[in-house]
């Protein structure tokens, strides 16, 4: 586990005050805790860096740190809440660092302040710096560079319109992907509706091709009729 460089992503605050720092930490109107660091008989920057690294240990040790994560080759896991965790490439820390990242309807983002007016920004947008984008795998939980997918307003409207809300039985953890039986027969299925209000259907038999690759032959169509139909494989 690895936690952030940056002070905004651990509880409480540090003042000065005279001749010495206090770390504090108040929730629901009350002080949680308190810590002083004075400066008289040693130098004020080492007595404020012994506030600073206090007030890291405190909020690991009692789990008050946001945003924590954990490296796994060129892809980083960022916590955050409860299991709730968005993944993105290692190359991107120094950009994660920047903001405390929560979620906002559904997608990882946070505010900032612009022109005294609070600002609501999506993790997606930010990485890339591009107005619309979609993620190919419909997992707003992976910001990956590979997965953003940077598109005009027309086309990223359309990929959502196929990338509706899961329905109750799907299985496959993708939209418009399902699995199905018919009279004992298995299979995957791809089914929904394009932009235009089309019909899309296609199956694939677990009996003939087994489940993993039936799975994978549907996830397959479905990726490639997006492309195709929208015709955003080369933009």
Same mark, same amino acid.
């Given at each position: 586990?690895?936690?952030?460089?940056?002070?905004?992503?651990?509880?409480?605050?540090?003042?000065?005050?005279?001749?010495?720092?206090?770390?504090?930490?108040?929730?629901?109107?009350?002080?949680?805790?308190?810590?002083?660091?004075?400066?008289?008989?040693?130098?004020?920057?080492?007595? &404020?860096?012994?506030?600073?690294? &206090?007030?890291?240990?405190?909020?690991?040790?009692?789990?008050?740190?946001?945003?924590?994560?954990?490296?796994? #080759?060129?892809?980083?896991?960022?916590?955050?809440?409860?299991?709730?965790?968005?993944?993105?490439?290692?190359?991107?820390?120094?950009?994660?660092?920047?903001?405390?990242?929560?979620?906002?309807?559904?997608?990882? #983002?946070?505010?900032?302040?612009?022109?005294?007016? @609070?600002?609501?920004?999506?993790?997606?947008?930010?990485?890339?710096?591009?107005k619309y984008v979609v993620h190919k795998d419909t997992n707003k939980m992976n910001n990956t560079?590979?997965?953003?997918?940077?598109?005009?307003?027309?086309?990223? @409207?359309?990929?959502?319109?196929?990338?509706?809300?899961? @329905?109750?039985?799907?299985?496959?953890?993708?939209? #418009?992907?399902?699995?199905?039986?018919?009279?004992?027969?298995?299979?995957?299925?791809?089914?929904?509706?394009?932009?235009?209000?089309?019909?899309?259907?296609?199956? &694939?038999s677990i009996d003939k091709y087994g489940s993993q690759s039936a799975y994978s032959l549907a996830?397959?169509? @479905?990726?490639?009729?997006?492309?195709?139909?929208?015709?955003?494989?080369?933009?």
């Amino acid at each position: 586990m690895n936690y952030s460089s940056n002070l905004s992503k651990y509880l409480g605050t540090i003042i000065k005050q005279n001749n010495k720092y206090i770390f504090k930490v108040i929730k629901d109107k009350k002080i949680l805790h308190k810590k002083k660091f004075s400066f008289m008989n040693i130098p004020q920057e080492t007595a &404020y860096q012994n506030a600073v690294d &206090y007030k890291k240990k405190w909020s690991i040790d009692n789990n008050y740190t946001k945003n924590y994560y954990y490296i796994d #080759g060129d892809k980083i896991s960022v916590h955050l809440t409860f299991d709730k965790y968005f993944i993105t490439n290692k190359n991107n820390l120094d950009k994660i660092e920047k903001y405390i990242w929560y979620l906002i309807d559904g997608y990882v #983002g946070t505010m900032i302040s612009e022109d005294k007016k @609070r600002k609501k920004i999506y993790l997606h947008n930010f990485l890339t710096d591009e107005k619309y984008v979609v993620h190919k795998d419909t997992n707003k939980m992976n910001n990956t560079t590979e997965n953003l997918l940077v598109t005009d307003e027309e086309t990223a @409207r359309k990929i959502k319109s196929f990338n509706h809300i899961k @329905r109750k039985d799907n299985t496959s953890g993708f939209t #418009g992907v399902y699995k199905g039986c018919f009279k004992n027969k298995e299979y995957w299925e791809v089914k929904g509706h394009d932009f235009n209000g089309n019909n899309i259907y296609k199956k &694939y038999s677990i009996d003939k091709y087994g489940s993993q690759s039936a799975y994978s032959l549907a996830c397959d169509f @479905r990726d490639k009729f997006i492309n195709q139909s929208y015709d955003i494989s080369d933009k």
